[in-house]
């Protein structure tokens, strides 16, 4: 067993049972959680199952009646407080998050950063929630709006972002005046359970935060299914958010997805190529290619094309892989072996398919121990790639050419994903016809990243329903409700 606890200033942050209704609760069975570069098994956490999952949404239940009541201010007090103390703990935190999914230390500090940082915003947005005073048809009347919260939430986050998937969902939904039941990914608790220590030391009161650890398929079931949850939150693939939302329609429960993506990273050819080249390493390599924003398919016109593989070939081939724990390491391991095997396939096939290979295409899983892969640049494929199709999820960039504006934008929209687009170009024109023309959430120009916690983070057709940042996300956890008031002459 590690001694990853030993390596915490603070140890109370290392839990392994779940937070329900204020207590910290065991189950019958445990699942083992370990480090993916090294396969070192890090703890062993209670899987609560079924009956700890139907404990958790009653409890939240219960104290749905008291948070919703309490003032938007002491709400948005407790959730400021929680704010500070995940700051106070980066360097923890961060470590759980480097021992747990692998990402190099110092952007797992940066994750934990950015996760707070909504946390922060969604206090204060809480606090301007407000409804409209509008006209009304009838003599004698008025009429106005008001925002009340949903309920009780159920949450379900993936291992890539272990700490920030949680705080985007859970701190609009808590400053609203919902309560959470949270499942995390089974690869990735431990920063769940740490960010439940904290919440409880802030002193946000017992049942209105839980966090539950086990088997999706017997805890899942149980959010989607009972008529105490009012709404799911889900960040993760497509297939598992489809899956969710046809569960959650028979109560016709509310669902925020944040799902799977292939997003285009398009360079024009007026475009600093040096510039573009660092926002594609920026844009794919972070988190080892494991983000569902990450570059896919880098689509760049003709005349530029081998000058832009130049450059990224140069910059890819100095990419240091290995432990997050390592000095000056860029790219961590993938999340497990499975994740190692299913991109060596996309990269064979588009070899297969005659693309070629200008850096990396190999796993260095027996070099370094762990679930490695080394960072790729493929040229030369073509669209019916299955590295074009699907999300590619691990540290490969794949370039492809196009000769004009509708080329390039017939390229980038053809996929059922519509989550996060990148366009590097100098020409505003272009800057309005292309990203008009995407269909894409989100479009990042001349920039490689397109999240922050004040604005709108979220895709459209099979990348996910609903936003996360800013006011749309605290607004994204409360009902509209229309007030006529009659008799007023």
């Known amino acids: 067993m590690s001694d990853l606890k030993q390596r915490l200033s603070d140890p109370g942050l290392f839990r392994t049972e779940s937070y329900v209704d204020g207590k910290w609760v065991s189950g019958e069975t445990r699942f083992q959680v370990s480090n993916p570069a090294n396969r070192e098994i890090i703890a062993e956490v209670c899987d609560v199952g079924e009956a700890g999952a139907r404990e958790a949404v009653a409890a939240a239940h219960d104290a749905f009646a008291r948070w919703k009541k309490t003032s938007v201010f002491e709400r948005a007090r407790l959730v400021q407080r929680w704010h500070e103390l995940i700051m106070e703990h980066v360097a923890d935190l961060g470590t759980l998050i480097t021992a747990e999914m692998g990402k190099p230390l110092k952007e797992a500090r940066g994750e934990v950063a950015y996760g707070a940082s909504f946390v922060k915003v969604s206090a204060e947005e809480a606090t301007r929630l407000h409804g409209e005073t509008m006209a ?3 003599p004698g009347t008025r009429g106005w709006t008001i925002r009340q919260p949903v309920g009780v939430v159920g949450c379900i986050t993936p291992w890539n972002f272990p700490s920030a998937m949680i705080t985007r969902k859970c701190a609009p939904a808590l400053a609203a005046g919902c309560t959470m039941v949270v499942k995390p990914a089974p690869e990735t608790p431990l920063s769940a359970l740490a960010l439940a220590e904290l919440a409880e030391r802030a002193g946000i009161p017992k049942g209105v935060f839980n966090v539950i650890c086990g088997d999706a398929t017997k805890i899942g079931p149980v959010l989607t299914g009972s008529p105490e949850v009012a709404m799911i939150g889900f960040t993760g693939s497509t297939e598992i958010g489809k899956l969710l939302m046809r569960q959650a329609a028979d109560g016709v429960k509310r669902v925020s997805l944040e799902l799977g993506g292939n997003a285009p990273f398009i360079v024009m050819d007026d475009a600093d190529i040096e510039k573009a080249a660092d926002g594609v390493l920026a844009s794919k390599f972070r988190a080892g290619g494991q983000t569902c924003v990450s570059a896919n398919r880098i689509i760049v016109q003709e005349g530029i094309a081998d000058r832009l593989a130049e450059a990224l070939k140069a910059r890819i081939e100095k990419v240091k892989v290995g432990s997050g724990f390592d000095d000056g390491v860029d790219v961590g391991p993938l999340i497990h072996d499975e994740a190692v095997t299913r991109v060596g396939r996309l990269v064979e096939n588009a070899r297969e398919q005659g693309a070629s290979i200008l850096a ?5 899983a027996d070099e370094l121990g762990g679930s490695f892969y080394a960072p790729t640049l493929i040229s030369g494929g073509h669209a ?18 196009a000769r004009d504006e509708a080329e390039i934008l017939r390229l980038a929209n053809d996929t059922p994903f519509g989550l996060a687009a990148y366009v590097y170009t100098r020409d505003i024109g272009r800057v309005h016809r292309i990203t008009e023309g995407l269909d894409y959430g989100m479009v990042g120009v001349n920039a490689p990243m397109v999240g922050s916690s004040t604005t709108p983070f979220g895709g459209v057709k099979e990348s996910g329903i609903g936003r996360e940042g800013g006011k749309w996300g605290v607004e994204e956890f409360t009902e509209l409700k229309f007030v006529m008031l009659g008799d007023v002459e």
């Open 136 to 138: 009304t048809q009838f």
């Open 360 to 364: 990396g295409g190999r796993s260095l």
């Open 384 to 401: 019916g790639l299955d590295i074009a199709r699907n999300e590619i999820f691990g540290p490969v960039a794949s370039l492809y050419r």
